[in-house]
């Protein structure tokens, strides 16, 4: 008794700490410690690309749903924003961000050089200290930009100049509150309505120059409750909503120019701070929020005249501070609130809530199962115990049931009673106040269990109760005794053991069991037989072991049995005992099913492992409806799904989650993707003024490290969508990434890249992001410069070595033929000397002789003496020849005494008579075409044909023409001689 006071006593002290649940709202809280640079939020908006831009008392900040990029005012930048307090932001025709500083006038910030483009509003006010207090700013149809000033009234900035034109308020020109703007709407029709503090609301005509004021009357209801308006905001047909500080709201219906005053019926008008507005946002819905001073946030059901507020009225609540000062909501979905000294509040309101069921310990629990209850609440079981939530999914309490095993795996109702089974732990049955009244063991007697692990217990539509265990089989109870029936698959001959690990039960049309195991696929039971009977596959892959793996399985109006297995959906005809495997594929990867639960007629709903399909049961299609990718739920939990009149719920790894099936008609709206940064070499780069135009963004051979970062504006959390990239020219593939986190190259080579990348939803839908163009320059010593230089460098170092081994060879050759003229000249002088010799000293003594040999013959009569003397005369003779021709061979003296033509003619003469051919010849007259030199060289050629004419070619005919022309002459010689065989001889 002591233990169990203890118990109650614990859970009651920490219940609050049991279960971390949220409702149908979920709060994030950002601020300093997240990068936001000031506690205190001023203003909010999203950009073209998709960013949110968020205004603080300190500086500007830059969100891209992972990390924040500040700017400050920098008195030594005049391209840094104009002051810090950003109390004011919108976004122009053009998608340009324009920024109202407090105190720093209008800065327009310039996204391809990441600076600003300061502008100075004019002072109206000569009794103002301070000038440039933007609180207002508001595009035209024609993109002008439009300033409240706090002080110094209205101006216009023109698009197309630049220039800041103030502008006077006619018939208001001595109303100095007329001068403290607060906020300003343009409507469709191009007019201006401007919030004042102290002058009411302003209607301003810019093309009529004309304006009017709109003041509270006291005795006159419709119109302004306050003539200090804090915001105006378009209700659309021609209706505005305006809100005050300290007198509520006051609806203006602009056709009727009648006001409708809304400070009673929302709150109480006696106490000022609850009817101080300082922040609106109107949405299609009717939806008016409404930012307090000192009471936080509300939701103004317009159409109903009914008002929410968002955590505890009187108190801090759900929200870091009752202060709102801003509220935005962004393109996919999230509430924004700025507040004071809190700052962000990021309110999530989607079609998926995530409940997070924690112990007292801060241990996450996993939800196995669910059992609704009559009156709208949940019995929900975990892997530590048993939980009760109430209709708006709040956890109410949680339910000793005084296990020793508290992995709670199924609930049943049974006789108004609640059956519940475990994991280890048995059964225990609880009333319905859940009190324990029974337990259920394992044992060996009638009244225990077959096993302590049970998988699931069933109640068929005559009231009996089955349960199904891990590993023993059936087990039915017997309410008259109190005992249970066991029924095992062992012992069958066409049944294997591992039937007995059962995961599910259903009922039958004919009301028979069907029961699916796991790993044998699904059988028949019949109860009067006691006999199971396993399902025929149809085709091939339901016979396979992936299919046998079941998780769960329902059984719908044509009883059509769909099991959720390993390998897909397995559809089991109960009326045939047969299967049909239905494989599933997400993106090219196949699913396993864990858990299902009917839709409709014609719909499932499934569960993989992180995501929820609604399956088509006519043509097997796939509608994915909720990620759990991005979410702190990872996984779902297999056989843990309920459905509800209005909700669906899925036990999870963290808890569960729950959606309404009718808001998921088809996927998300795919979100908005960019380059949130480009490093080169850690360090960020100049990528925007390339990246916006479209241009190449350029790397030297000498940026070693790019890095890329892809930012996806999807600020809801949970979100359901894969971030793909590819460098094209780099990358073989598409790759997938984090949107943050960095995307690294090194070392690319050099050339042209395209980095490509898409977001893409479940069901493969895709956007595609602006293409960054990366022109890669060479190394320096790759550059065409460098490669121009060094090459005509090598080449004159290739010219010089050239042209100094060409003068060598060339002075090489020029001595050579120097030598072999000096040579030539030598032999000549040396063949003239002996020639000379020969003809002018030997031929002279041998011609004396002659002489005085011829002298004594004729001197003598006798007979043998003139005989000795005639043959001495016949010697001498012939020597005398011999010296003349070896004297010609040698030195030519005709040439230099008669001519080269003569000479030839000489020649050839002589040839005639040593060479026994028919001579064919014509010679011109060839004399001082040559020098002394060349005329030599002719002869000898000639000479030489004649010889080798004479000694080898056995000729018979022999032709000789030297024809003269201007400056020059052709020699021609030819026999009819023998030759050489042109195969054997080599030149």
Partial sequence: MRNSRFTFLFLFLFLPSLVAGQGTRRIEQISIAEGLSAATVL?????????????????????????????????????????????????????????????????????????????????????????????????DLKGNIWVGSYGDGLSMIDSETGEVIPINLPGLEGNKSSLLLQDIFCDSSGILWIATDGAGVIRYDPKAKQAKAFLNETNNPFTLSHNYISKIRDGGNGILWVTTYGRGISRFDIKTGKFTR????????????????????????????????????????????????????????????????????????????????????KITEGKVEEIVVKSAFGKELKVSTFHSLQNGKILTGTDNGLYLFDRNMI????????LE???????????????????????????????????????????????DDITKIFVTQDSTLWIGTFGEGLNKFEPLTGTFTKFRFSGQSTIPQDHDKITDIRETYNHKLIVSTF????????????????????????????????????????????????????????????????PLSLSGNSLSIFSLTEADDEHLYLTSANTVFRFDKKNYSLMPLNSLKNS??????????????????????????????????????????????????????????????????????????????????????????????????????????????????????SGSYKFCYFVEGLDGARKEGRV?????????????????????????????????????????????????????DSQEAERKRIASELHDSIGQDLAVIKNLAVMQTQKSNLQKGNEQLDLLIEVCTEAIEDVRKIAYDLRPYQIGKIGLTKAIEHLLELSKKAIPAEFDSTVENIDNLLDEKGELHIYRILQECLNNTSKYADATTISLKIIKRTNHFILEYSDNGSGFEMSKERF
């Fill in 43 to 139: 203003s909010i908006i999203q950009d073209a690309e998709g960013y949110l831009w968020v205004g603080t008392i300190l500086g500007l900040n830059r969100y891209d749903g992972k990390k924040f990029t500040s700017f400050f005012h920098d008195a030594a930048d005049n391209q840094s924003l104009s002051g810090n307090t950003v109390s004011c932001m919108t976004i122009g025709l053009k998608g340009e961000l324009w920024i109202g500083i407090d105190g720093g006038g209008v800065c327009c910030y310039d996204k391809f050089h990441n600076n600003f483009i300061r502008f100075d509003i004019p002072k109206k006010n000569s009794n103002s200290k301070d000038n440039n207090r933007i609180w207002a700013l508001v595009p």
């Fill in 772 to 824: 960054l163009l990366i022109e890669v320059e060479p190394p320096f010593y790759f550059a065409w410069w460098f490669l121009v230089i060094s090459i005509s460098s090598v080449l004159s170092v290739v010219l010089f070595i050239a042209n100094t081994r060409i003068r060598g060879i060339k002075k090489q050759r020029d001595l050579q033929r120097e030598y072999s003229n000096l040579l030539i």
């Fill in 395 to 402: 956890v109410e309490r949680e339910i000793n049931v005084e």
């Fill in 405 to 451: 095993e508290n992995n709670i795996t199924t609930i049943a109702k049974y006789r108004d009673n609640f059956w519940i089974g475990s994991l280890g732990g048995g059964i225990v049955v609880i009333d319905e106040n859940f009190n324990v009244i029974e337990k259920y063991r394992r044992g060996t007697t009638g009244r225990t269990l077959s096993s």
């Fill in 262 to 345: 809304f400070a009673n019926n929302l709150i109480h008008s006696d106490r000022k701070s609850e009817n101080e507005i300082w922040s609106s946002l109107y949405e299609p819905d009717g939806t008016l929020w409404l930012g307090y001073w000192g009471r936080g946030l509300a939701k103004y059901n317009t159409l109903k005249d009914e008002i929410t507020f968002v955590g505890k009225p009187l108190d801090k609540g759900d929200l870091s501070s009752k202060i709102v000062l801003a509220i935005f909501r962004d393109r996919s979905g999230v509430l924004w609130v700025g507040t004071s000294e809190g700052g962000l509040n």
């Fill in 519 to 582: 790993s044998y696929g699904p059988c028949i039971f019949d109860e009067l037989t006691g006999k199971f009977t396993d399902i025929k596959p149809a085709d091939k892959n339901a016979s396979q072991l992936p299919f046998k793996i079941i998780y769960s399985m329902i059984i719908d109006k044509t009883d059509i049995a769909w099991c959720a297995t390993l390998g897909g959906i397995l559809r089991v005809n109960i009326k045939n005992y047969t299967s049909e495997s239905v």
């Fill in 632 to 749: 702190s739920h990872k996984n779902f939990i297999s056989g843990s799904a309920l459905r509800m009149a209005d909700k669906l719920l899925f036990g999870t790894d963290k808890g569960f989650i729950f959606l309404s099936p009718k808001e998921f008609t088809k996927s998300r709206k795919l979100p908005q993707i960019t380059i949130a940064d480009v490093l080169v070499n850690d360090l960020s780069s100049n990528f925007r003024e390339f990246f916006y135009n479209d241009e190449e963004f350029v790397l030297s051979g000498d940026d070693k490290r790019l890095q890329i970062v892809l930012a996806m504006f999807d600020f809801q959390g949970s979100s359901p969508f894969t971030l793909k990239y590819k460098l094209e020219g780099w990358d073989d593939k598409w790759l997938q990434v984090e949107p943050g986190v960095p995307i690294v190259y090194s070392n690319l080579s």
